[in-house]
């Protein structure tokens, strides 16, 4: 009996790993009206494309991938140009601050006001 549990919990720690071993990521983002959709620690890179498009399509139109992303911090920072029209900023990379930092100096770019981080994930792959 203390083999099988030995081997039972040596294969769940196998599984976990192989599981998030090739973790996607995606970013969608609506042209019309301003949706957004993110997904991260996907299994397959298509997976991840799906969900942040359906995601985006929930309060979006016209959505459409941005990017994808493996292995990487992922930040997007929203803000408003005006009542009614939202300015956003996305960024990836290796390192939390930079991301968080270039996110919200792209929000700005592009005339918005009083941006803030939405979201801020590291896409895991062990």
């Known amino acids: 009996m203390k083999g099988l549990l030995v081997a039972i919990f040596g294969l769940a720690a ?64 929203v803000g408003k140009v005006d009542r009614n029209t939202s300015a956003w900023g996305f960024a990836k990379g290796k390192s939390q601050k930079k991301v968080r930092d270039e996110a919200l100096r792209q929000c700005r770019i592009v005339g918005g006001r009083n941006c803030k981080i939405e979201f801020l994930e590291f896409d895991k792959t062990n």
């Open 14 to 77: 196998v599984l976990s790993v192989t599981t998030n071993a090739h973790a996607w990521g995606a970013f969608a983002a609506g042209q019309k009206e301003f949706g957004w959709g993110m997904a991260y620690n996907y299994g397959s890179k298509n997976d991840a494309i799906s969900k942040a498009l359906q995601l985006c399509r929930r309060n979006g139109e016209r959505c459409k991938l941005i990017t994808t992303f493996r292995s990487q911090w992922a930040g997007l920072a």
